[in-house]
């Protein structure tokens, strides 16, 4: 992406938000970044940046703009109208103001999105929430961290020179406040206050905090926390209300944004499922390239009451466990079936289904089947893999709640011949109907005994093992099968169709035959 110009910047947030007064090396010039001045550290060496003159008054900011000037920024920005315009243009830096009462932290966040320099960290895509940390601990003294409802970091401060203990290292290096009893309490009280709370050390060595609920509409987004080493600044608290309020804002801007990326990733998934969508187009919407494997999971269960609201909970369940293993992913619903693509190798793909079907069935106190489709060289042929799970499903139970295609590929090419022999006319007619009609009249069992013959190779002892009858009482059912029938068991091709057709249309198989 070309980089931002001060032109560019001006565009953005120009007028009434950010006035520019003097521009001495025009407005082309680039602008990487916008960084808050710390009095109490050495200026860094940012060539393009932007410094935000915390803490100095707009009337002072003169030496500051030479400071600026030597470390190769592009501009300085104050804080009202009275700004050092001589000096900007003898230094040649841009002077740019914001108004009065606008809080340094909001001014950071205005500017930093719209160069848009700080990178989307890996760890959440709260890009912003990392420049309102930096505003408000430049602004109140203390190292800042933004945390959602389950204590998860979500964002923190890299001012350099803050104070910082043991508990805050630990929480940044895992992302997680450490689990703890007095934190937990802390957090019941900080979740029941209307504003922000100051908090005692929980042990030697670490520091006490000043912290603050996020909340919008009454609900409870995370926490603000600061740690306090005594120097906080006297409006501290205000600042972090007002901090607070940001962060409920970029909470819920990233929880929208976030939805709307689910949306269109389940739409396109859907879409591929369907053979509807372009696998290069696709493959760039959900980053997954190679080959791929459809899984679906189906409640098992017939006339569920709140069966729908049940299904969406196991949409729930299935994209929580494949974005633990996968990272970002996608999954959808469809026809009362949750789809997932997972992506190759697929030697662990059977584990994840057992998993996720352990997971559900505890969960939702339903029990959950899963299928698994072939593994297919790309997203091209993901309809194919769809196809074989929706087949791996219906040849399912409660003996076998999870398998792979490759598991039950004869149960399923069976499954499918049914089909394919019901629906054509000349393919269901011929002697096994005769039969059934022989045994249903006669109360006779020349079906299941003929089925158990060609299942035994034509064996007479192995048929009558399967019967669980004498081999002479076999062989007496199949003579008088000839004669009231009138099959010919001497022709091979007779004999291959009438086991199809018994088995396959009759469903006569293995556990239909057993005596």
């Given at each position: 992406?070309?980089?931002?110009t ?8 120009g007028g009434?938000?950010?006035?520019l007064?003097?521009?001495?090396a ?9 960084l808050l001045?710390?009095a109490h550290?050495p ?10 003159a915390?803490?100095v008054?707009?009337a ?10 030597d470390?190769g ?12 315009t ?8 841009a002077?740019?103001s914001?108004?009065e009462?606008?809080?340094w ?15 989307v960290p890996?760890?959440g895509?709260?890009?912003d ?5 930096d505003a ?17 970091i979500?964002?923190y ?8 203990d043991?508990?805050r290292?630990?929480g940044?290096?895992g992302l997680q ?37 996020v ?5 409870t ?5 600061v ?10 608290e ?7 309020t ?8 990233a929880r ?6 689910r949306?269109?990733n389940?739409?396109?998934?859907r879409?591929l ?9 696709s ?5 997954v390239?190679?080959p791929?494997?459809v899984a679906a ?10 069966a729908?609201?049940?299904a969406?909970r ?5 994209r929580l ?5 996968y990272g ?11 789809y997932a693509l997972?992506p190759?190798p ?14 559900a069935?505890q969960s939702?106190?339903?029990?959950v089947r899963a ?12 309809a194919?893999s769809r196809?074989?799970?929706?087949l ?6 409660p003996?076998?709640?999870v398998a792979t ?6 149960r399923?090419?069976l499954?499918?011949?049914?089909e ?5 006319r000349?393919?269901?007619?011929g002697?096994?109907r ?7 009249e ?5 079906a ?12 007479m002892?192995e ?20 004669k ?6 001497d022709d ?12 396959v249309?009759?469903g ?5 035959t057993?005596g």
């Amino acid at each position: 992406m070309d980089a931002c110009t001060l032109g560019d910047l001006l565009d953005a947030v120009g007028g009434t938000s950010v006035r520019l007064h003097t521009a001495p090396a025009g407005l082309t010039v680039p602008v990487t970044e916008a960084l808050l001045h710390d009095a109490h550290a050495p200026l860094p060496q940012v060539p393009g940046a932007l410094l935000l003159a915390v803490g100095v008054r707009a009337a002072a900011a003169g030496p500051l703009v030479r400071a600026a000037a030597d470390a190769g920024m592009a501009g300085l920005v104050v804080r009202g109208a009275d700004g050092p315009t001589a000096e900007a243009e003898t230094y040649g830096v841009a002077l740019l103001s914001v108004a009065e009462d606008m809080a340094w932290h909001r001014a950071h966040l205005l500017l930093a999105s719209a160069i848009g320099a700080r990178p989307v960290p890996a760890t959440g895509g709260h890009g912003d929430l990392f420049a309102l940390a930096d505003a408000i601990a430049a602004a109140t003294g203390g190292a800042t961290a933004v945390e959602d409802p389950r204590r998860r970091i979500l964002a923190y401060s890299t001012v350099p020179g803050q104070p910082v203990d043991e508990d805050r290292r630990q929480g940044i290096l895992g992302l997680q406040v450490p689990a703890a009893v007095e934190n937990t309490e802390q957090y019941r009280m900080l979740f029941a206050a209307d504003g922000p709370l100051r908090l005692p050390a929980l042990g030697d060595g670490v520091l006490p905090r000043l912290a603050v609920a996020v909340r919008a509409g009454g609900e409870t987004l995370g926490s603000v926390w600061v740690v306090d080493d005594g120097t906080l600044a006297a409006d501290a608290e205000e600042t972090l209300v007002q901090g607070a309020t940001t962060a409920a804002l970029l909470l819920l801007r990233a929880r929208a944004a976030q939805e709307l990326a689910r949306h269109q990733n389940s739409d396109l998934l859907r879409r591929l499922l369907e053979g509807t969508a372009d696998a290069a187009t696709s493959a760039v919407g959900l980053g997954v390239e190679g080959p791929v494997r459809v899984a679906a999971f189906v409640l098992d269960t017939a006339g569920l009451p709140d069966a729908e609201q049940t299904a969406l909970r196991l949409l729930d369940v299935v994209r929580l466990q494949c974005a633990a293993r996968y990272g970002r992913h996608a999954c959808v619903l469809a026809d009362g079936v949750v789809y997932a693509l997972l992506p190759a190798p697929g030697a662990r793909h059977r584990r994840l289904a057992e998993d996720i079907v352990a997971r559900a069935g505890q969960s939702l106190r339903v029990p959950v089947r899963a299928g698994l489709g072939e593994v297919v060289a790309g997203l091209g042929e993901v309809a194919g893999s769809r196809a074989d799970a929706d087949l791996v499903l219906r040849v399912l139970g409660p003996a076998l709640p999870v398998a792979t295609i490759d598991e039950v590929r004869p149960r399923v090419t069976l499954l499918r011949l049914a089909e394919v022999l019901g629906k054509q006319r000349e393919l269901t007619a011929g002697s096994w109907r005769r039969v059934l009609a022989y045994d249903d009249e006669h109360g006779t069992d020349y079906a299941r005994t003929l089925v158990c013959w060609f299942d035994a190779g034509c064996d007479m002892a192995e048929a009558a093992r399967l019967l669980a009858v004498h081999p002479n009482t076999c062989r007496y059912r199949l003579k008088q099968a000839r004669k009231h029938v009138g099959i010919d068991l001497d022709d091979p091709d007779e004999r291959l169709v009438l086991w199809l057709q018994l088995r396959v249309l009759a469903g006569l198989g293995p556990a239909a035959t057993a005596g």
